[in-house]
């Protein structure tokens, strides 16, 4: 490895974020096509301009695009390649405020930030000296530096380098990962054209402290994955002087919160390592128009995070969850009812109603018994007309998707129907169990364990950041993949996943990456001495590993 690399990474990452690339504008192409600009000026892609192409996102509004460049090793016959992704994008900058037009210039932000309230970590921090602020410099900009400079690093010396590297700088991993889901198809054709023996995919994404305190710096073999649990809640309107003759759909809403949001015991966990609770991202009525008519219909949908869990297996456990708030719902309403009738002197009787639950594969073949192909008849019709708008929302695509098929049906009890909405990221645990796995958990133990370092180095598995390693693979286990399709209306119409080359490819992952702190804060900053100088080494020592 050169040894003026780290600051040729350094000078290479502030070029990078001084690129605005806020992930769902057309502008996102801008970095992209700097990227594809600084590897046409590397003497190996000068020599093989074929080696370097675009990959356009697949049915993109913005038309924008990504970077694949791959460098062949000369020394021997080996076909084993190691594939390296990283993303373009950003979050916005409107958290910067009115310093926001330096939030993409890391050399001026910092005076700027003298000026701004801030923690007192994050002043300690920009007093040291030791960090660069940034949007993106930390999330990912000095990962894709990292890797375009060991890529040409071994490119310059390609008669030494046996066995290739195929580099993708992908974009919209901020957004729906249509960067990385383009990328994947072409990764299978190399893979059958050129023969390419993958034999682990690896990324420079963040790396962060994971408590306060934690002064401990992470490369993690495996990521987490992550899936939405949705719910479509029918209640049953009424007056608001009367309520107690309707169902309130938000009181389920929010008990199913009460029961799921923040609650440990539905976090998923592998070899001693727990992911985050679930946490809510959207909750809402569906009532159009203000009226005393309380609504008869809401939905919600959490962020669940998966070390080991499939999809199916996701599916028993919110079912499980949602008819219990259900039945609180219900046991509470009686109690108050009684309460109430008791107050004014009325006679009580206990309320009709009764928890139900039902995955949204059932609501579909309930329907279709009462409705025969009219019922993929009106999905379809619907389809056409909500894709018109290239620009719906996916999770409010599948919503209208169960909203339809259970307007068709005759049954209008309450009724709470689970669903997935998109997107989906599958978990990638590498437990050692094909020889892939065990040679990227050795190589990785042993460079950890041989690097010279002032900092403490730990190996875990599961990246906790929800990340484009995820499409490295897909799940195999029985029913997991069946189940996520049968429950996710829409997929395959309005979001694809190319689960075939997922599964194709499984490829064991990891990520190496660079150590900040506030990813997707203004205050989001780059620690420099590990990132330019500890980080690229690993990262280095890694690929060479993998491909001996």
Known sequence: ????????????????????????????????????????????????????????????????????????????????????????????????????????????????????????????????????????????????????????????????????????????????????????????????????????????????????????????????????????????????GDPFKGLDPNHISSAIIEEIDFNTKYCDSAEGEVTVPPISLRQQDLKPEYSVQTPRTSYLYFNFGTHSSTPNEIMEKIIDGSTLAFQKVVNSLNEEYRKYCQYNQFPYTELPWEPRVLPYEELYQRVKAEKGEQVDKVIEDLNKKILLDKEVDERVYALKMVEAVHNMWSDKNPVVVTYFSPPYYPHIYVKGETPLEKKLLEVVNSVVGNTESKYDIKMKKFYPYISDLSYGAAPREENAIESLKNNMPGFGVKYELPIEDMQDLNLPVVNIGPFGKDAHKFTERLEEDYSFKVAPKLVYETIIGLLK
């Open 1 to 240: 490895m050169h040894t003026d690399l780290s600051s040729k990474i350094k000078n290479l990452t502030i070029e990078l974020t001084e690129v605005p690339s806020v992930v769902g504008f057309k502008e996102e192409i801008h970095v992209v096509e700097k990227i594809h600009e600084k590897f046409q000026e590397m003497k190996y892609f000068k020599n093989n301009p074929e080696q370097l192409r675009y990959i356009d996102v697949i049915n993109d509004v913005h038309n924008r695009k990504s970077v694949l460049a791959i460098v062949k090793g000369k020394k021997g016959n080996s076909n084993k390649t190691v594939v390296l992704i990283g993303h373009t994008d950003t979050v916005g900058i409107s958290d910067y405020g009115d310093i926001k037009e330096y939030a993409t210039k890391p050399l001026e932000l910092k005076e700027r930030l003298r000026n701004v309230l801030l923690t007192e970590e994050a002043l300690k921090d920009l007093e040291s000296g030791e960090y660069l602020f940034g949007r993106g410099i930390f999330d990912m900009k000095c990962g894709v530096a990292i890797l375009m400079s060991i890529v040409e690093s071994l490119s310059d010396d390609v008669e030494n380098l046996e066995g290739n590297l195929v580099f993708a700088a992908v974009c919209d991993e901020e957004g729906n990962s249509g960067g990385m889901l383009s990328v994947v198809p072409e990764l299978v054709r190399l893979k059958r054209e050129e023969g390419f023996d993958y034999q682990a995919l690896v990324d420079t994404d963040y790396m962060a402290p994971r408590y306060e305190g934690d002064d401990s710096r992470y490369v993690y073999v495996g990521t987490v994955g992550k899936i939405m649990p949705s719910f479509y809640i029918v209640g049953s309107e009424a007056h608001g």
